[in-house]
């Protein structure tokens, strides 16, 4: 009996017609590291293909050494493998990270098998330039030059060759040559070099000099952000002291005119003078923006800038290739009513200890269901804050291959998410029961005090009222009276047929309860015109 067919993406299964197979799965992205590592295995043929098999199963790809390879102090009582582990992540500790997977598969799996050697396999990009084909305008003219540069006479074709003098020459014939995608390069055409690429990059640097090279980025790097620091420092400082930012504002004209392609091979008068430009629009760019900010603003918008690009970059390394990335598509519909309930849950608890610090239920009082989601957003932003925290910093330890590990990675982040999820919680509620016993606090104080409104609480609004019996001669019915008549008391509405009022007088009393509950058609609730001396006139 023929075993049976499986069905593959060039092989369809039976009675499957061939171009009707359901699409697959788009392809992983690649793995960025390659660690090549030559292992010793002891020379058995059953031994050979169990870790053939363990390195297979992992994706691995496994081969007998070349001659070279193995080179003369190989044993011979070994068979060499050269096997390549593929990993994400940086560049740094990838060599020791993959040998130590290497080594604990080993150690697990019991294996007669040895690391002998590792290394990192890279490869040299060599310097190239692009060459974009365009049609040759009529004439020579500026509007004709400018309208090639900005690429708007581009055709659809375009030759990469290795950099150096005779590269446009090379792109030629390389155009000449064929015409591919139906785009035959003839004499009505030319080429240009597009912004994306460099006509003259560096060629052949030492390890010395491409040091060199980078130190002058990052000194250009600095110059910009320093030209647009010190021409918001023109605007703010006083007489003389302008003259000190405007003259730093052109420290990196230097880096600049030595690293921009566009001004590094031109003559020095001609590179300072394109750069002493730029450095001045920048400081002018810096001076406008420095009208409107203060100082203040800008560092706490610099390290605001530096904490988001911080906790953004790891939270996307934390959590690429992950279990949360691949099922994000039921996982966030799944979390939306969760996160919904929990809002409007901790929105009703902070407004019932707001409310209970003057001695009044929270269902007594009404409250907008907007307010009630608002009042929440702040605890949980603060909280979702601090865990996304910890989380990029999980994603920076990631990617430095820290927790570099498959399956204890798998583990940890099951864990991780587990404590992050209870710690997310209790710290949005620490922080909202907080903010509502401050609030509540402050707003009693200031009451009782100065005899004023307090301002409103996400839609919880106090109002300072007196209170006048409806019929004066009938006794009045109140819950833990009595109810004071001489001086205005604070009302938050009611939601049914008694009233709960707070007495500002009760506050730091010997009394257990502060506030007091009326009746409200025993009752009229005159607003207070002048609550300042915190007296109600006569009816």
Not at 234 to 243: C, N, Q, R, S
Not at 351 to 378: K, M, S, W
Not at 482 to 507: E, K, M, N, Q
């Amino acid at each position: 009996m023929p075993p049976p067919t499986r069905s593959t993406p060039d092989t369809p299964g039976p009675g499957v017609p061939a171009g009707t197979e359901p699409a697959g799965a788009p392809p992983a992205p690649p793995r960025r590291r390659r660690v090549r590592i030559l292992v010793d295995v002891v020379d058995h043929a059953d031994e050979v293909d169990y870790v053939t098999g363990l390195f297979e199963e992992r994706g691995w790809a496994v081969r007998p050494a070349e001659a070279a390879e193995r080179a003369t102090a190989a044993d011979p009582r070994r068979v060499t493998l050269v096997v390549e582990v593929r990993l994400h992540g940086a560049r740094f500790g990838a060599v020791r990270t993959a040998t130590a997977e290497v080594e604990r598969l080993f150690k697990q799996s019991e294996s007669g098998a040895w690391v002998r050697d590792a290394g990192l396999v890279e490869h040299e990009r060599p310097p190239r330039t692009t060459y974009q084909v365009h049609r040759r305008p009529p004439s020579g003219g500026r509007l004709h030059r400018a309208w090639t540069w900005f690429g708007l006479a581009d055709e659809q074709r375009a030759v990469t060759v290795p950099a150096g003098p005779d590269s446009r020459a090379a792109a030629e014939a390389e155009l000449t040559a064929r015409a591919l995608g139906g785009v035959a390069f003839h004499s009505g055409h030319g080429l240009r070099v597009p912004g994306h690429s460099d006509a003259n990059p560096p060629r052949d640097e030492t390890p010395r000099e491409r040091r060199i090279r980078l130190a002058w980025q990052g000194a250009a790097a600095a110059g910009i952000v320093a030209a647009i620091v010190c021409g918001m420092y023109v605007v703010w400082a006083d007489g003389l002291w302008k003259l000190l930012p405007a003259v730093l504002s052109t420290a990196g004209a230097l880096p600049l005119g030595r690293t921009m392609k566009e001004t590094r091979d031109l003559g020095p008068r001609a590179r300072w003078a394109a750069s002493l430009a730029g450095t001045t629009a920048l400081a002018g760019f810096g001076a406008l923006v420095g009208r409107d900010v203060g100082p203040g603003f800008l560092w706490s918008g610099m390290l605001a800038l530096a904490a988001v690009a911080f906790v953004g970059t790891g939270v996307a390394l934390a959590l690429r290739r992950t279990f949360f990335t691949r099922h994000a598509a039921w996982l966030i519909p799944l979390s939306v009513p969760v996160v919904w309930s929990m809002v409007r849950w901790l929105g009703g608890e902070m407004h019932n200890v707001y409310l209970d610090r003057f001695d009044i239920r929270a269902a007594a009082v009404p409250a907008p269901t907007l307010g009630t989601y608002l009042v929440a957003a702040v605890p949980m932003s603060l909280a979702l804050g601090s865990v996304l925290f910890f989380v990029a910093v999980v994603g920076w330890l990631r990617h430095f291959h820290v927790l570099a590990r498959d399956g204890g990675f798998r583990l940890f982040a099951v864990v991780l998410a587990t404590v992050l999820g209870v710690a997310y919680t209790l710290t949005a509620v620490v922080i909202g029961v907080e903010q509502a016993t401050s609030a509540a606090g402050r707003a009693a104080e200031t009451t009782a005090r100065d005899g004023t409104n307090p301002p409103g609480y996400y839609g919880v609004k106090g109002r300072l009222v007196c209170v006048r019996p409806v019929d004066p001669g009938k006794p009045l019915a109140v819950e833990n009276g009595p109810a004071p008549t001489g001086h205005p008391v604070l009302s938050f509405g009611s939601t049914g047929d008694w009233i709960w009022l707070w007495d500002p007088a009760r506050l730091n009393s010997s009394v257990f309860q502060e506030s007091f509950a009326v009746r409200r058609e025993d009752v009229q609730l005159l607003p207070t015109e002048n609550p300042a001396p915190k007296r109600c006139g006569e009816a």
